[in-house]
């Protein structure tokens, strides 16, 4: 079974405080792709863990989705600066960059059940095989 959202365009323009695009227009396409390819990425995750995606919620899916698409919307590239000038005048407008493509966070992952890792503790043993802590119950020393 494929994960599936209700996640639209219009929702999204939603999300954004805008109008939404006209349906068919390159916005509209880039946004709808931009949600295929959230979900795509979940779907992936979902299989490389071989995770149950009937413990998905449906309602956590379609917000990760949502919120991902905007913020690709909001910080499609990774510029950091655009200056744009017309005959005398320029404008310049500096902004933190996005890393270009459509990312789930960490914490999406998590509210999906799907974090790569649960933050278990490990333990790593720095001592030689054979070395240990001897003693005769009152004085210890290396062995």
């Not at 995770?51 to 910080?75: F, M, N, P, T």
């Not at 510029?79 to 960059?97: E, P």
Request: avoid cysteine; proline fraction near 3%; charged fraction near 20%.
């Amino acid at each position: 079974m494929a994960l599936t959202t209700t996640v639209t365009s219009a929702q999204i323009a939603v999300a954004l405080g805008r109008s939404a695009p006209t349906s068919g227009s390159t916005t509209d396409l880039q946004w709808v792709m931009w949600i295929a390819d959230a979900l795509r990425f979940i779907q992936r995750r979902v299989t490389q863990l071989g995770a149950d995606e009937s413990g998905i919620v449906q309602a956590d899916l379609d917000y990760v989705i949502r919120e991902a698409v905007v913020a690709q919307v909001k910080k499609p590239d990774d510029s950091t600066q655009v200056a744009v000038s017309v005959d005398d005048g320029s404008i310049s407008k500096s902004f933190r960059s996005g890393s270009g493509r459509v990312t789930i966070l960490g914490e999406w992952w998590e509210l999906l059940g799907l974090a790569a890792t649960k933050g278990k503790a490990f333990m790593v043993d720095l001592m030689p095989p054979g070395a240990g802590i001897g003693g005769d119950g009152e004085t210890y020393w290396w062995v």
